[in-house]
C-alpha cells in the first residue's frame, strides 16, 4: 500500500483568497486524484492528474477554479481558488493501488471559508 | 452514467447486533466494487473489495458478496462492536481508475 500525506491538515481562509494543498506520496505513480468531500456528503472526484501533462477534470470542476500541478511522480498540489464559503470540504488526493484496481487515500486537508 | 446508492443513515445499533448496509449499484459491464470507511477524525480506507461476481470481500469480520443478478453488495457484520463506529461508503471503479463513491452511511455503535 501507498502512504500519502497531505499539507496542510487544515485551514481557515478568508473569502476571496487562494489555498494551495499539497500531496506527497511514498513512491512513484502514474496517476493522481483530487477528491472533494462536503460536509455530511460522500466523496466526488474533481480531476485526474497525470504527470507530464494537464489535469482531466470532471463536469462541474474547471481549471481556473482549481488548478493542478503534477511536476513529478510523487507530489501533485491542488489549488482552490477565489474561494467562497461554498469550497468548505475535505480534499483528499488518492493514488491507484498497484494491480489492485483500488486506490489508498490521503488523510484530507479539511478547508473551512469564512 | 455509473452510480452507487447505498441505504441512507444514521444507522444506530447496539453492540453485538448484525449489521446490514445495503448497497446496489448501475454500471456498463462487471466493475469492481468496494467498501471504504472512514473512522472518525480518520482518512478514508479500503474495509473490502470484490472484483468479479460472486466473489466474497471480507475483512475485520465485516462481509459483502458481489451479486450480479441483483446489482448489489450489501455490507454485513454478525456482531458489531463500539469500534465499529463509522462512516461506511460502498463504492465501484468506473471505467480504468474512476472511483464513484454512493453517499455514505453513518454507523453508531451503543455499548
Redesign the interface.
Same mark, same amino acid.
Given at each position: 500500500s501507498a502512504v500519502i500525506s497531505q499539507k496542510p491538515s487544515r485551514d481557515i481562509c478568508q473569502r476571496g483568497t487562494s489555498l494551495t494543498i499539497q500531496c506527497q506520496v511514498d513512491s512513484q505513480v502514474t496517476?493522481m486524484?483530487w477528491y472533494r468531500q462536503q460536509p455530511g456528503?460522500?466523496?466526488?472526484?474533481i480531476a485526474?492528474a497525470n504527470q507530464g501533462s494537464e489535469a482531466t477534470y470532471e463536469s462541474g470542476f474547471v481549471i481556473d477554479k482549481f488548478p493542478i500541478s503534477r511536476p513529478n511522480l510523487t507530489f501533485s498540489t491542488l489549488t482552490v481558488s477565489n474561494m467562497s464559503p461554498e469550497d468548505s470540504s475535505i480534499y483528499?488526493c488518492?493514488v491507484?493501488g498497484a494491480g489492485?484496481?483500488?486506490?489508498?487515500?490521503?488523510?484530507?486537508t479539511r478547508l473551512t471559508v469564512t | 452514467g455509473d452510480s452507487v446508492t447505498q441505504m441512507e443513515g444514521p444507522v444506530t445499533l447496539s453492540e453485538e447486533a448484525f449489521l446490514t448496509i445495503n448497497c446496489t449499484y448501475t454500471a456498463t459491464g462487471y466493475p469492481?466494487l468496494?467498501w471504504?470507511v472512514q473512522y472518525p477524525g480518520?482518512? =478514508?480506507? =479500503?474495509l473490502l473489495?470484490a472484483?468479479k461476481a460472486d466473489d466474497k470481500g471480507s475483512n475485520k469480520g465485516f462481509e459483502a458478496t458481489y451479486r450480479k443478478e441483483t446489482t448489489s453488495f450489501h455490507l454485513e457484520k454478525g456482531s458489531v462492536q463500539v469500534s465499529d463506529s463509522a462512516v461506511y461508503?460502498c463504492a465501484l =471503479?468506473s471505467g480504468a481508475?474512476?472511483?464513484?463513491?454512493?453517499?455514505?452511511t453513518r454507523l453508531s455503535i451503543r455499548p
Open positions: 496517476m486524484f456528503q460522500s466523496l466526488t472526484l485526474t483528499l488518492s491507484p489492485t484496481y483500488e486506490q489508498y487515500f490521503g488523510p484530507g | 469492481s468496494f471504504y480518520e482518512g =478514508l480506507q =479500503l473489495k472484483t461508503f =471503479l481508475s474512476k472511483i464513484i463513491f454512493g453517499s455514505g
